[in-house]
């Protein structure tokens, strides 16, 4: 049985994402047998969904509903680096499968359940489009939300997984806009991914996203990312202009 929550119904105040923040005070109220000292949330969704954003801001409103220091660790880290997929010959699937370190990944989560510290969490840059050299130490939180486009095929490893949804169309828009952002940002940034792309016209750089955009991102997200959908507790509908329109609870 699911129910769904129309978020954008609502008259009041309170942020879309309490229903969540609520969901997960019910889990903690009544633990599982054998519930790890951490809870950790896996949180999914295609490219430019709003993944980080969204993790971001459920964070918060964990932290303020519940009381309980929340973190956010970003899949992303867990690419191999540039490096390693250009001796793969795997730049041309960088998002897909496999060219994250899946070990990494699992070695990560199991450390993160049974709250080992500190936790080692590697970090990518958007900026350059690689992952930095040095991990950051983070203290094992109450809460751990674990976000990333492939983050449910770990979903037996989460307490709690959930999907963000939305029309393709909205997530291509959305890429478009961001790479765009990207790419204006690296004119004082020379060592910055999108630099390349610099002498570029608009039209012949939006060209160029529209083709990555149904060459990889669509296929990733038809073959491999939406699948996972299918293992989400909880699925967050999103308009086209980011808004939350419907929480389901499966």
Do not use: C
Not at 7 to 27: C, H, N, Q, Y
Not at 42 to 67: N, R, Y
Request: charged share 20%.
């Amino acid at each position: 049985m699911s129910t769904s929550v129309p978020t954008s119904m609502s008259t009041g105040p309170a942020d879309p994402l309490l229903p969540i923040a609520e969901f997960v005070g019910r889990r903690l109220a009544d633990p599982r047998p054998g519930q790890p000292r951490t809870m950790v949330i896996g949180l999914s969704g295609g490219v430019s969904v709003g993944k980080s954003t969204t993790a971001t801001a459920l964070a918060a409103v964990l932290e303020d509903h519940l009381q309980l220091a929340t973190g956010v660790v970003s899949g992303d880290g867990f690419l191999h680096p540039n490096r390693v997929l250009a001796e793969r010959d795997l730049l041309d699937r960088k998002g897909f499968p496999e060219s994250y370190d899946t070990d990494a990944i699992e070695t990560f989560l199991a450390a993160a359940r049974r709250a080992l510290s500190p936790l080692s969490v590697p970090i990518y840059d958007h900026l350059t489009h690689d992952v930095l050299p040095e991990p950051r130490l983070l203290e094992p939180p109450p809460l751990l939300l674990f976000e990333g486009v492939n983050a449910l095929r770990f979903a037996a490893e989460f307490d709690l997984s959930i999907y963000i949804d939305a029309a393709e169309s909205s997530m291509r828009q959305w890429y478009l806009d961001r790479a765009i952002e990207l790419r204006r940002r690296s004119q004082t940034e020379p060592s910055a991914f999108f630099a390349s792309f610099a002498d570029l016209t608009e039209e012949q750089f939006v060209g160029l996203l529209l083709q990555v955009w149904e060459t990889v991102n669509l296929p990733n997200l038809s073959e491999y990312i939406e699948p996972t959908r299918a293992a989400a507790d909880i699925i967050i509908m999103k308009g086209p202009d980011h808004t939350i329109e419907a929480i389901t609870f499966r």
